[in-house]
T-cell receptor, first 114, second 115 residues
C-alpha cells in the first residue's frame, strides 16, 4: 500500500515547454487534489476532482489543466510553462465517506521553470 | 482567496521546551486540521478537529478548536529534535457536502529545535 505517489520528483523546464505531472493513489479514495506550495504562502489549491469523471477549479487554476484518468489517477498538465510556475506541487486524496476532510498527500514534485 | 493567518511564522526553541502556535480567520470554519511537513516531504496529518471547543491529543501534541470557530491552537509539549519541520493549519469551511473536502491552508510555522 504505497498511499499517494507522484512522478517525477524533480523537473526543470524551459519557458514555453509543456509537461504532465502524474499522481496515483491506491487507497480507493474518491476525491483528489492538486496544490502548489510557494515560500510563505502555504498550500494553494489548483484543481480538484470530487469523483471519477469530474474536475473543478481551485484557487489558482490559470496555466494548468487536469485529467482524472480513472479513480486512481489524477494528472496535472502545464501547457506552456512560465517562471511563475516554479513551485513544489503536491497531490492529495480524501478517503470516502465519514471524515472526508482528512487529506493524504504525496511526496511532491519540485518544478523549476527557467 | 481566503487565507488563514498562522502565527508565529517561525520558532527557535531548545529541546524540552513547550511550543504553542495558532491559526485565526475572519470567517467560520467547521473543521480544523493540523499537518506537519518534514523537509522534502508532503504534509502529514497530525490532528483533526470537528467540533467547536473540542480538545484533542495525539501523543505530545494537543490541538483545540476555538469556541468561535474562527481559530485553532496547537501545542507541543517537551519538544524533541524530530519535531523540526513546518506545521500547517487547515480549515474546511462548508458544513454541507458541496465543498468536496476542499481545504484552506495557513502559511505555516517553521519550527527549529536545538538539542
Amino acid at each position: 500500500n504505497a498511499g499517494v505517489t507522484q512522478t517525477p520528483k524533480f523537473q526543470v523546464l524551459k519557458t514555453g515547454q509543456s509537461m504532465t505531472l502524474q499522481c496515483a493513489q491506491d487507497m480507493n479514495h474518491n476525491s483528489m487534489y492538486w496544490y502548489r506550495q510557494d515560500p510563505g504562502m502555504g498550500l494553494r489549491l489548483i484543481y480538484y476532482s470530487a469523483s471519477e469523471g469530474t474536475t473543478d477549479k481551485g484557487e489558482v487554476p490559470n496555466g494548468y489543466n487536469v485529467s482524472r484518468l480513472n479513480k486512481r489517477e489524477f494528472s496535472l498538465r502545464l501547457e506552456s510553462a512560465a517562471p511563475s510556475q516554479t513551485s513544489v506541487y503536491f497531490c492529495a486524496s480524501n478517503r470516502p465517506g465519514g471524515r472526508s476532510y482528512e487529506q493524504y498527500f504525496g511526496p511532491g514534485t519540485r518544478l523549476t521553470v527557467t | 482567496g481566503q487565507q488563514l493567518n498562522q502565527s508565529p511564522q517561525s520558532m527557535f526553541i531548545q529541546e524540552g521546551e513547550d511550543v504553542s502556535m495558532n491559526c485565526t480567520s475572519s470567517s467560520i470554519f467547521n473543521t480544523w486540521l493540523w499537518y506537519k511537513q518534514d523537509p522534502g516531504e508532503g504534509p502529514v496529518l497530525l490532528i483533526a478537529l470537528y467540533k467547536a471547543g473540542e480538545l484533542t491529543s495525539n501523543g505530545r501534541l494537543t490541538a483545540q478548536f476555538g469556541i468561535t470557530r474562527k481559530d485553532s491552537f496547537l501545542n507541543i509539549s517537551a519538544s524533541i529534535p524530530s519535531d523540526v519541520g513546518i506545521y500547517f493549519c487547515a480549515g474546511q469551511r462548508d458544513a454541507g457536502g458541496t465543498s468536496y473536502g476542499k481545504l484552506t491552508f495557513g502559511q505555516g510555522t517553521i519550527l527549529t529545535v536545538h538539542p
